[in-house]
C-alpha cells in the first residue's frame, strides 16, 4: 500500500473512531450529535478510495466494501437516532451489552490502526479474531435478548433497534477486515482469487 493512501486509511479509521464514540455518547446521553460528524466520514472514505489508486475488478471490490462499509456505520446511527426520538427505552442487560460491543468495537478499529502503521502479521491475526468474536458475541446477544423479548423484559420496538444495532456492528467489523485484506494484498481462504484477473466482486463470499 502506498504511503499516502496508508495515511488516508489511518485518517479515514481515526474518523470511523470519532463517529463511533459520538454515536455511543447519543446512545448513552439519548442526544444527535452524530449528525455533525456524517460528511467528515463520506469525504474520508471517498478520499481513501481516489488515493488507493486501483484499477479493475480490484477496485470495484473495495468500492462496493467501502460503501457497505459506510452503509453500516449509517444504519448503527440510524438505529440509535431512532432510539433517541421515539424515546424506546432499552432493559438493563440489553444497556450493557450494547456499551460492551461498543467497547470492542472502539477497541477493533485501534488494532486496526496499529497493523496499517506496523503491518504486523499479529496485529492482522488480532484484528481477525476480534472480528470473529463480534460475530459470536452479536450472535450470542440476539438469543439471550429474543429470551428475553419472549419473557416480556424487552419490548418490541426496542427489539428492533436492537437487533439493528446487532447488525450494523456485525457489518463494520466485517467489512473492515474485507477492506484491509484487500488493501494490503492478504489473502486467505475465501480470498485467494481477489489478484487474478477477472475476477469480479460475486467471487467472493461474506
Given at each position: 500500500?502506498?504511503?499516502?493512501?496508508r495515511m488516508d486509511f489511518i485518517h479515514a479509521l481515526t474518523s470511523v473512531a470519532t463517529f463511533m464514540e459520538a454515536?455511543?455518547?447519543?446512545?448513552?446521553?439519548?442526544?444527535?450529535?452524530?449528525?455533525?460528524?456524517?460528511d467528515d466520514i463520506k469525504d474520508c472514505l471517498q478520499t481513501l478510495l481516489n488515493s488507493l489508486d486501483y484499477v479493475g475488478d480490484l477496485d470495484l471490490m473495495l468500492d462496493h466494501r467501502l460503501q457497505n462499509l459506510q452503509d453500516h456505520l449509517f444504519d448503527l446511527a440510524a438505529a440509535v437516532q431512532e432510539k433517541v426520538e421515539k424515546r424506546i427505552v432499552f432493559s438493563d442487560p440489553a444497556t450493557e451489552e450494547m456499551s460492551r460491543i461498543f467497547k470492542e468495537s472502539k477497541a477493533f478499529l485501534r488494532i486496526a490502526v496499529d497493523f496499517?502503521?506496523?503491518?504486523?502479521?499479529?496485529?492482522?491475526?488480532w484484528l481477525e479474531k476480534r472480528q470473529a468474536e463480534c460475530r459470536k458475541n452479536c450472535d450470542e446477544c440476539?438469543?439471550?435478548?429474543?429470551?428475553?423479548?419472549?419473557?416480556?423484559?424487552?419490548?418490541?420496538d426496542a427489539?428492533?433497534?436492537?437487533?439493528?444495532?446487532?447488525?450494523?456492528?456485525?457489518?463494520?467489523?466485517?467489512?473492515?477486515?474485507?477492506?484491509?485484506?484487500?488493501?494490503?494484498g492478504i489473502q486467505d481462504a475465501r480470498a485467494a482469487k481477489v489478484g487474478a484477473v477477472g475476477i469480479g466482486i460475486s467471487s467472493l463470499s461474506w
Open positions: 500500500m502506498k504511503d499516502r493512501a454515536v455511543e455518547n447519543d446512545f448513552r446521553k439519548n442526544g444527535l450529535s452524530h449528525h455533525e460528524r456524517i496499517l502503521r506496523t503491518d504486523s502479521a499479529t496485529q492482522f491475526r440476539a438469543a439471550s435478548h429474543e429470551k428475553r423479548l419472549v419473557e416480556g423484559i424487552c419490548i418490541p427489539s428492533l433497534v436492537y437487533l439493528d444495532m446487532l447488525h450494523a456492528f456485525a457489518g463494520v467489523h466485517s467489512q473492515l477486515v474485507n477492506v484491509i485484506r484487500l488493501c494490503a
